[in-house]
């Protein structure tokens, strides 16, 4: 079942903008995490951030967290063409049915940067 | 260099036959996972391995089967009873089974059947 669910499912930007995508889940979390992943390859770990966290930064990546509203952002900044890939959520759930330890992906936002 | 390898990268399948899809790595990790991606879909579990000898069944895993018979190897078997299998398959590690923990994945095989 699915947990998280980014939005916008695309997005589309020039270089040097920035991009924001959301993510929306449903159920109480330990984590979440964000993952970005390039046409046919795997996905690659970019930052978690805990549940009594509001705000982490990596480099040119910003996320935040609200888990009052369940909901997190992730903000790339003066984004670049190697920017374009799939960007995913995954919650690491507090009490997450009996699949104890593992991650729910959302689909992912589709980010397109144009040179 | 350490990671996580999976092989083939592509793989085809006919009808009606079993194929064993590769994943080996050299992380000294304890817990090993399968998902399948469906084009512009997330990630959806299929099968999950915390420790040696020991697997459990992820939300899809129906038609599959896996083992875990050496920490660093984690083989899954896409049987004639999976319908659907035409799908991209991601093999992840991690530390330990812990939610707080990130994954680590492979580069994928693409399985299509003919």
């Known amino acids: 079942s699915q947990q998280g669910e980014e939005d916008p499912q695309a997005l589309s930007i020039q270089e040097g903008e920035n991009a924001t995508m959301n993510c929306s889940y449903k159920?109480?979390?330990?984590?979440l995490q964000w993952y970005r992943q390039n046409s046919g390859r795997g996905l690659v770990h970019l930052i978690l951030?805990?549940?009594?966290?509001r705000e982490k930064h990596s480099g040119r990546l910003r996320v935040t967290l609200d888990t009052s509203k369940k909901s997190s952002s992730l903000l790339i900044t003066a984004s670049r063409a190697a920017d374009t890939a799939s960007y995913f959520c995954?919650?690491?759930?507090?009490?997450?049915?009996?699949?104890?330890?593992?991650?729910?992906f959302g689909k992912g936002t589709k980010l397109s940067v144009k040179p | 260099d350490g990671g996580i390898t999976q092989s083939p990268k592509y793989l085809f399948r006919k009808e009606g036959q079993n194929v064993t899809l590769s994943c080996e790595q050299n992380l000294n990790h304890d817990a090993m996972y399968w998902y399948r991606q469906d084009p512009g879909q997330g990630l959806r579990l299929i099968y999950y391995?915390?420790?040696?000898?020991?697997?459990q069944k992820g939300d899809i895993a129906e038609g599959y089967s896996v083992s875990r018979e050496k920490k660093e190897s984690f083989p899954l078997t896409v049987t004639s009873a999976q319908k659907n299998p035409t799908a991209f398959y991601l093999c992840?590690?991690?530390?330990?089974?812990?939610?707080?923990?990130?994954?680590?994945f492979g580069q994928g095989t693409r399985l299509t059947v003919v």
């Open positions: 391995s915390q420790i040696v000898n020991d697997f």
């Open positions: 995954a919650t690491g759930g507090a009490n997450y049915g009996g699949s104890q330890g593992n991650l729910i």
């Open positions: 159920t109480s979390i330990n984590n």
């Open positions: 992840a590690s991690s530390i330990s089974g812990g939610r707080n923990t990130e994954a680590f």
């Open positions: 951030i805990r549940s009594n966290e």
